[in-house]
């Protein structure tokens, strides 16, 4: 499907940081698209992506080595990161608030001087092409993440995404579903957004996200003769 207006407006913002070698966050909700959007980006302009998914578990040396199999045994490589920085992709941090402290202080050089240490003390300067762009939900009790540092936060160009206005989340879930009908689609998104309302209010613990309507129009697509209601309940199990 054809990217959205508000997914188009996002990429422009985005692009204009990117060339000015800045790094960037995108802040957004669950399933709201943040990940789309760079994919759609980087794809337009055949530019390659890496992904690099942060979590509680994920330690500093995760950031420079990464164990693999090689012939029956087990070594160290380069990580994800470094690939990236010496080869021109542009990495993206995902969950980026659900790494410890420490870990995250460990990008500073990084962030600020486009230059990585390795463990055995070789110091290189990142390739020119190379960008990071980080993801994360925003840092509330929903979440399992935490707010990042203001010092770790001041190395990024921020960028708010909220899910899609209704009209044009009804446009793009009808590219995608086939023979469902429009009114069906209408009635899930409006539901939707009266569900994302009541998680504002503290009423949900989470919200409906796109990626969760993706998947029930996807399903009844597929499988028109299917309930609605019983994908609803898959994909949005409180």
């Known amino acids: 499907p054809n990217p959205t207006q508000s997914t188009l407006r996002h990429m422009c913002a985005i692009s204009k940081d990117l060339l000015l070698k800045k790094n960037t966050l995108l802040i957004g909700e669950r399933g709201c698209g943040k990940n789309t959007i760079v994919y759609e980006l980087a794809h337009r302009i055949n530019q390659p992506v890496s992904v690099l998914s942060m979590n509680e578990d994920t330690t500093t040396r995760d950031l420079t080595e990464r164990l693999m199999l090689d012939d029956g045994r087990t070594v160290w490589v380069p990580s994800i990161l470094v690939e990236a920085a010496k ?22 050089n990084l962030l600020q001087f486009r230059t990585m ?6 110091v290189f300067e990142v ?43 009804i446009e793009f879930l009808s590219s995608i579903g086939g023979e469902v009908e429009i009114g069906l689609i209408t009635r899930l998104v409006k539901a939707a957004n009266k569900l994302r309302g009541a998680y504002k209010k503290g009423i949900l613990p989470k919200p409906f996200s796109t990626r969760a309507l993706v998947d029930v129009v996807e399903h009844m697509a597929a499988y028109p003769n299917d309930t609605v209601y019983g994908q609803l309940y898959r994909v949005f199990n409180l």
Do not use: C, Q
């Open 87 to 108: 080869k021109g992709r542009w990495l993206v941090l995902d969950e980026i608030d659900r790494a410890p402290a420490g870990v995250l202080s460990g990008l500073n």
């Open 117 to 122: 240490t390795l463990p055995d003390g070789d």
């Open 127 to 169: 390739h020119e092409d190379f960008r990071v762009i980080a993801t994360m939900n925003p840092p509330t009790s929903a979440y399992a993440g935490s707010e990042l540092s203001s010092e770790l936060e001041d190395r990024f160009m921020v960028h708010y995404v909220d899910y899609l206005p209704e009209e044009e989340e």
